[in-house]
């Protein structure tokens, strides 16, 4: 069935490439496309959370995301953790940051009662619905996303930079550029060697990286069911 997702060439192709400056400073690169034949907005969600353990365990301790101050014009995410201790994520562009928890929404999957009131697609209620209420006012939680909104000229891309670190850096981010070819990117920092850049390793306990994004300006579709 064609469905017209792809009519007049209307979508985004977004890329997403990470580099390790060191073997706790991994930067992160995003790369979206719009190939249709005239501007488009992409509200976009890099999200970060922890893997719940500590559901129906009581030796498991909660940990927490908050957002601190932001550091010259970047948002900042602290995410603190009983096992891997302090990571910070820095977001370029201040985006506003929105925070929920990593519980399952029981009362629509199982038709019970939550017991928590931020669950893990209050996201979801917050872009496409307009739930003010779905996302912790306190800004803090398992779960958060830096909510951008990026107007994307036709034919055209938008880069969003961000940065996982075990420290905050006083400097922007910098160094991290798009490349002449396929949305590739170099490292420019002048002192660094190829050996001075490190394979990832997965900690035990594992701060879990997701994009995702809506699309505006877009034709109406076929409903396929439900979101």
Avoid at 63 to 72: A, D, E, K, T, V
Avoid at 91 to 111: D, G, S, V
Avoid at 121 to 142: C, E, L, M, S, W
Avoid at 201 to 209: E, F
Wanted: aromatic content about 10%; proline content about 8%.
């Amino acid at each position: 069935m064609d469905t017209g997702a792809f009519s007049e060439d209307r979508y985004f192709d977004v890329f997403v490439e990470y580099a390790k400056a060191s073997p706790e400073h991994i930067l992160i690169l995003i790369t979206v496309h719009y190939r249709g034949p005239e501007s488009a907005i992409l509200h976009l969600l890099p999200t970060f959370w922890f893997r719940n353990t500590w559901s129906g365990n009581e030796n498991r301790s909660r940990p927490q995301l908050r957002q601190l101050q932001p550091l010259g014009q970047r948002s900042v995410l602290q995410a603190s953790h009983s096992e891997i201790g302090e990571r910070f994520i820095l977001f370029e562009a201040l985006p506003p940051l929105i925070f929920t928890e990593n519980e399952t929404n029981m009362e629509r999957i199982c038709n019970t009662y939550n017991t928590c009131p931020y669950v893990k697609d209050a996201f979801h209620n917050y872009v496409i619905h307009g739930r003010t209420d779905a996302v912790n006012p306190q800004k803090i939680g398992t779960k958060a996303a830096a909510y951008y909104q990026l107007t994307v000229p036709a034919g055209k891309c938008q880069t969003v930079r961000l940065e996982l670190a075990d420290v905050l850096s006083a400097s922007p981010i910098g160094g991290l550029h798009p490349g002449p070819h396929n949305g590739l990117f170099h490292l420019a920092w002048k002192s660094a060697k190829p050996a001075d850049f490190h394979f990832p390793t997965a900690p035990a306990a594992t701060i879990i990286y997701l994009l995702s994004g809506r699309l505006e300006n877009q034709k109406p579709k076929p409903d396929l069911g439900r979101d």
